[in-house]
Nanobody
Framework: QVQLVESGGGSVQPGGSLRLSCAAS????????MGWYRQAPGKEREGIAVVDSDGNTYYADSVKGRFAISKENANSTLSLQMHSLKPEDTATYYC???????????????????????WGPGTLVTVSS
């Protein structure tokens, strides 16, 4: 069973940058889709960036052009580089992964992974002056 732990959250001023990391332990070779989700207070959790096993990346319109997702170290690390942060990016950010039968989707400006098997505990990002 894969376990995920996020790190890198914190407080940043608008326009600033942060890099989130997700350390994956266990066998990640069969994780078809891995991604970053976030949940702001009072809002539903939303997918913002996902990557499939072929390396295809998908971004929600809300972060496209500002955030970049990447996998390193043979899928044991999932990163999210965030630039030009806005107050509306304030949220708890979660790493997620599917098993071999998962999938990725990209529709109407929204993205996500299907059949998520495991979530990380989350890391808080606060964007405020």
């Amino acid at each position: 069973q894969v376990q995920l732990v996020e790190s890198g959250g914190g407080s940043v001023q608008p326009g600033g940058s942060l890099r989130l990391s997700c350390a994956a332990s266990g066998d990640t070779s069969s994780n078809y889709c891995m991604g970053w989700y976030r949940q702001a207070p009072g809002k539903e959790r939303e997918g913002i960036a996902v990557v499939d096993s072929d390396g295809n990346t998908y971004y929600a319109d809300s972060v496209k052009g500002r955030f970049a997702i990447s996998k390193e170290n043979a899928n044991s690390t999932l990163s999210l580089q965030m630039h030009s942060l806005k107050p509306e990016d304030t949220a708890t950010y979660y790493c997620a992964a599917t098993g071999p039968f998962g999938g990725s989707w990209d529709s109407n400006g929204h993205v996500g992974c299907n059949n998520i098997d495991v979530w990380g505990p989350g890391t808080l990002v606060t964007v405020s002056s």
